[in-house]
């Protein structure tokens, strides 16, 4: 019998977001760059510490602003992982751009920055690490290796929002990022991103290509008299609505963090007895490396596992899921893209990987049953010191008290 579903991903809301959108209807301008965009991006660039952060509708225009600033011209290769959504490549492929995909690493999932040399060419321009389940990259070695050869750095932080690599926050190590604000990250807008511009030569530009193409914050600040087209550009802006919104989260951003890192904690102490008994891998957090509990994840057997694993949770009511077809595979991936080496653990990964439910606002009472069910599952016998994953429940006031998670 189901008790009741359990979404992969839940809306979490702080209680001020319909104030915040009251407010800026009220004021009659519901347009972007208003004042809820304004406080958005001074509160991440206080935050971040870096030049200047635009808001833009999503993280998918945050990169495509990232690509013309970075100069992506037709026949530039930029590297990438394979294992990442396609914004990512399709940034670099609008520009005529050719993506090049990299094999990730097996602890984190992220960019083998030991490869990246390898890939890297006379038509190389730039590198867009992937900060995956909010776990840094190995940013020291990739910038390193960037300013060596004079390449840009786009790091791509859709799932990095405040999390840290050596105590810095990630979004600040490369010339550009960008973050998401999607309804299934942890900081949401509906919809929404932003650019992080860490390089100040690239400030002025980015502010035009933001505004369609014009001067148009020149024009607003009294530098210039008139505004008028000065450059390629798009509409990247979001509108006020989505910034109010935006602003609500972000002033609960670290509140909401830490809750999600007392459920991932329970959801890694719980999966100990799996990985001791090499049944499933949980996640690797480097010790450099703060993560921010974006994505719980487990790295079962085979495909076939897998494949039962999602479909037991999908018959007891909980949507757990896999994540990308990796894009040196997928159609547009071999027709606009290159691979540079063996894809070996991106093929591994990408077919056994279960990524479980995770949302703020989750009960225990949910993860402990997403947890029994996980055990259900994979069907095994798992004995750490004289307990089996059987006891689970009789154990829920262990983990509680070892995850740091209130009742």
């Known amino acids: 019998m189901l008790h009741g579903t359990i979404p992969f991903s839940r809306l979490n809301t702080t209680g001020k977001e319909l104030q915040y959108l009251s407010q800026a209807i009220e004021s009659g301008n519901i347009a972007g760059d208003g004042a809820f965009t304004k406080r958005c991006q001074n509160w991440l660039k206080d935050y971040l510490g870096c030049q200047k952060v635009l808001l833009t509708n999503s993280c998918t225009a945050a990169?495509?602003?990232a690509a013309i600033l970075a100069d992506i011209q037709p026949g530039d290769e930029v590297i990438m992982p394979s294992y990442t959504f396609v914004s990512t490549a399709n940034a670099v492929v609008l520009r005529g751009g050719v993506p090049v995909f990299v094999d990730i690493r097996p602890d984190t999932l992220n960019?083998?920055?030991a490869k990246v040399e390898a890939a890297i060419t006379s038509k190389t321009k730039a590198i867009s690490p992937v900060h995956y389940a909010g776990v840094g990259c190995e940013m020291d070695a990739i910038v390193g290796i960037a300013k060596q050869y004079g390449l840009t750095v786009v790091e791509d932080a859709a799932q990095g929002a405040f999390a840290q690599y050596k105590g810095q926050p990630l979004g600040t190590f490369g010339n550009l990022a960008a973050f998401?604000?999607?309804?299934?990250k942890n900081i949401v807008a509906g919809e929404g991103g932003a650019l992080v511009i860490n390089d100040p030569e690239l400030v002025e530009r980015a502010e035009i290509i933001w505004e369609k193409g014009t001067n148009r914050s020149k024009f607003f600040r009294g530098e210039v008299d008139k505004y008028t087209w000065v450059d390629v550009g798009s509409s990247f802006l979001p509108s006020e609505l989505t910034a109010a919104f935006l602003?609500?989260?972000?002033?609960?951003?670290?509140?909401i963090t830490q809750q999600r890192l007392r459920l991932w904690a329970r959801y890694?102490?719980?999966?100990?007895?799996?990985?001791f008994e090499q049944i499933a891998q949980r996640?690797?957090?480097?010790?450099n490396c703060q993560h921010n509990a974006h994505i719980y994840y487990l790295l079962v057997d085979s495909l076939a596992t897998r494949t039962h694993v999602l479909k037991y949770l999908k018959d007891n009511g909980v949507t757990a899921t896999f994540h990308y077809v990796p894009l040196h595979s997928a159609p547009a991936g071999q027709k606009f893209g290159r691979t540079s080496g063996e894809m070996?653990?991106?093929d591994d990964f990408s077919d056994r990987i279960v990524r479980l439910p995770m949302s703020a606002n989750m009960t225990l009472s949910e993860v402990?049953?997403?947890?029994?069910?996980?055990?259900?599952?994979l069907d095994v016998q798992v004995t750490v010191g004289n307990t089996t994953h059987q006891d689970y429940r009789q154990r829920q006031p262990v983990f509680r008290a070892a995850s740091g998670v209130v009742a």
């Open 63 to 65: 990169l495509e602003m």
């Open 111 to 113: 960019l083998d920055e």
């Open 180 to 184: 998401s604000f999607h309804a299934t």
């Open 247 to 255: 602003y609500a989260q972000l002033e609960q951003s670290e509140a």
């Open 268 to 275: 890694h102490l719980a999966f100990a007895s799996l990985e």
């Open 283 to 287: 996640p690797k957090i480097p010790a």
């Open 344 to 346: 070996t653990v991106t």
């Open 368 to 377: 402990d049953r997403v947890i029994s069910l996980v055990f259900e599952a």
